[in-house]
Structure formats: structure tokens, C-alpha cells
């Protein structure tokens, strides 16, 4: 059982440059989630989706754009990334109900120079 | 707004010297209360769902507990592999399933 799957595990950019960061679960989850993770803040919310078609901002949602065409996926996409993207990006899902808990992926490293 | 507070940010024990992390919240209302341990490079991995005040659950070496102002961790006679971050989360009544996270509790075991 893969629960969550991210890639890629690493990628380094260049400031302006766009990327994709894939995320898949297969646990057959409604609810999906992107955190970023800094050194001293915690896990920040930027994006979730609470079913196929459906998508809303976090806290820090500025520069990411999200879809959810389906319900094992929901990519997180930087259209122009800037320094301050720098981070580790964590997508997590859970079932949606009481008390039920994320499920988190291994995450992506990504730095942009 | 849901606020989850963390002390203390950092947390250096001696293997067997027990100890306790704090997580205080406030949330209008208390869905569930989460614990979850982080290791360098991974994803954090859930541990524990609290739901009222006075409910504990224990896993190992690690017991957590809740009252209807914070919860605690505690760790009794710590091993050096209890060594991770330890992160504590809400999920608040109305709205959506997701819960609003602490900054966590990094903690070393010493051998």
C-alpha cells in the first residue's frame, strides 16, 4: 500500500522557471493538501481540495495554483518561482471525517536560485 | 482564528530521564486533537486523536492527554530512537476536515 506518493524528492530552479509537483494517494481519500515546511514555522496550509473539482486556499496560497481532476491526484503548480518558494512541500490526505488524521507524503526539497 | 502553541521549541533529554511537550490550543470548537512524530526527511507520521477533555492514549513509551485548554506528550525513560520532531495539530468544529498545526517540538535523546 503506497498511501502517498510525491515527486519529485528534490529540484532546484531558477527564479522565474515553473514547475509541477505530482502527488497521488490511493487510499481513495476526498480530502487532499498542500503544506510547505520552514524552519522555525510549522506546516503552513496553501492549498486543499475537499473532492474532484473542488479546491480551496490555505494560509500562504499566494504563487501556487492547484486543480483536482481526480480524486488520487492534486498537483501543486508555480508558475513563476521566486526565492522565497524555497521550502520543503509536504501533500497529505485524509478521509474527511472526525478526528481522521492527514496522511502525509515524504515531501519535496525544492530551492530556487 | 484556530491557534495551536508548541513549548518548548526545543527539548535535549538524557536516554531514561522522562519528560513532557506541551501543546496548547484555542479553537472554538474541538473536533479532534492530533499528534503526530516527524524524522529528518520524512513526512510526518500520525500518532494519536484526542477527542474530549480527560481522554488518554499511550503507544510505547509515549502517553498523551488532554484537557480543554492543551494536552500534553509524555515520554517516559526515552530511548535515543524517540529522537524526531513532534508535532501537535486541531481540527476545529465547523468548516472543512483539515486540522491547523503547531510549529512542534524538536527532541533529542542522549545515549
Known amino acids: 500500500n503506497a498511501g502517498v506518493t510525491q515527486t519529485p524528492k528534490f529540484q532546484v530552479l531558477k527564479t522565474g522557471q515553473s514547475m509541477t509537483l505530482q502527488c497521488a494517494q490511493d487510499?481513495?481519500?476526498?480530502?487532499m493538501s498542500w503544506y510547505r515546511q520552514d524552519p522555525g514555522m510549522g506546516l503552513r496550509l496553501i492549498h486543499y481540495s475537499v473532492g474532484a473539482g473542488i479546491t480551496d486556499q490555505g494560509e500562504v496560497p499566494n504563487g501556487y495554483n492547484v486543480s483536482r481532476s481526480t480524486t488520487e491526484d492534486f498537483p501543486l503548480r508555480l508558475l513563476s518561482a521566486a526565492p522565497s518558494q524555497t521550502s520543503v512541500y509536504f501533500c497529505?490526505?485524509?478521509?474527511?471525517?472526525?478526528?481522521?488524521?492527514?496522511?502525509f507524503g515524504d515531501g519535496t526539497r525544492l530551492s530556487i536560485l | 482564528e484556530d491557534q495551536v502553541t508548541q513549548s518548548p521549541e526545543a527539548l535535549r533529554l538524557q536516554e531514561g530521564e522522562s519528560s513532557s511537550l506541551n501543546c496548547s490550543y484555542t479553537v472554538s470548537g474541538l473536533r479532534g486533537l492530533f499528534w503526530y512524530r516527524q524524522d529528518p526527511g520524512k513526512g510526518p507520521e500520525f500518532l494519536f486523536t484526542?477527542?474530549?477533555a480527560g481522554e488518554e492514549k499511550e503507544k510505547e513509551r509515549l502517553k498523551a492527554t488532554l484537557t480543554k485548554k492543551e494536552s500534553f506528550l509524555h515520554i517516559t525513560a526515552p530511548k535515543p530512537e524517540d529522537s524526531a520532531t513532534y508535532l501537535c495539530a486541531v481540527q476545529a468544529t465547523g468548516g472543512s476536515y483539515i486540522p491547523t498545526f503547531g510549529r512542534g517540538t524538536s527532541l533529542i535523546v542522549h545515549p
Open positions: 487510499m481513495n481519500h476526498e480530502y
Open positions: 497529505a490526505s485524509n478521509s474527511g471525517g472526525i478526528g481522521q488524521p492527514q496522511h
Open positions: 484526542l477527542y474530549s
